[in-house]
């Protein structure tokens, strides 16, 4: 992933609970190699925001974009671009965490590394427990498998719901730094998150939703 990725834009996008709007006319440009941390109290839209940047609820106004193009228009090659990872980890109970990687590259159309796949399930906690069915496993690791897909597939964006929770001391550090070799890399990182971290050099902003 050498190549500059492409813009990603949001254009007034907005988001309505009952009569109360969450949020109104959201809009911002994010270039390859940036970041947007977006930031708000319980119940201000982080979450909604998210699901609509990636495509799995609609802003009644507005538009986002993928390299110019309105994602509505060219979704499968907007999702063939995108890694999200929301409260929803979409991973088979059945299966175990080398399993989910696997059938995750299959989906994505990609070359699994075993030992690169090992190596991020080890980095965040679960080492021992790669053959292990997810049922076994605890919420809170469960959760360390999906973020084991964002290092070990390719994707240019991603789209993560507070990736940051339940991770000890040595996953956090291994999650930063798959974050900032991302960034390096030209991909593009939008995340929601109550805590600051330290992406370096790489550009970024800050959004607050505010209710």
């Given at each position: 992933?050498n ?17 109360q ?26 979450t909604?925001l998210?699901?609509i ?22 979704p ?21 965490a ?6 995750a ?14 190596h991020a399930l ?52 291994a999650?930063?730094?798959?974050m ?6 030209g ?15 790489h550009?970024g ?7």
């Amino acid at each position: 992933m050498n190549a500059q990725a492409p813009m990603f834009e949001a254009r007034l996008l907005s988001a309505q609970k009952g009569e109360q709007w969450l949020f109104e006319d959201i809009g911002f440009k994010l270039p390859g190699g940036a970041w947007l941390q977006v930031q708000g109290d319980n119940g201000s839209g982080k979450t909604t925001l998210l699901r609509i940047l990636a495509g799995l609820s609609r802003s009644p106004t507005g538009e986002v974009l993928w390299g110019g193009q309105n994602t509505r228009d060219e979704p499968q090659e907007f999702h063939r671009a995108l890694m999200y990872l929301g409260h929803q980890l979409g991973l088979k109970e059945e299966l175990s965490a080398l399993e989910n990687l696997t059938v995750a590259a299959h989906l994505a159309e990609q070359d699994l590394a075993l030992d690169k796949a090992l190596h991020a399930l080890r980095e965040l906690g679960l080492e021992g427990r790669a053959h292990l069915p997810l049922r076994v496993l605890s919420q809170g690791q469960k959760r360390r498998v999906a973020l084991a897909k964002l290092m070990s597939l390719q994707a240019r964006l991603w789209i993560l719901d507070e990736p940051f929770v339940a991770l000890d001391a040595k996953g956090l550090a291994a999650l930063l730094l798959a974050m900032q070799t991302h960034l390096r890399c030209g991909g593009l990182l939008i995340y929601t998150s109550h805590q600051s971290v330290d992406m370096g050099a790489h550009p970024g902003w800050t959004l607050r939703l505010t209710r």
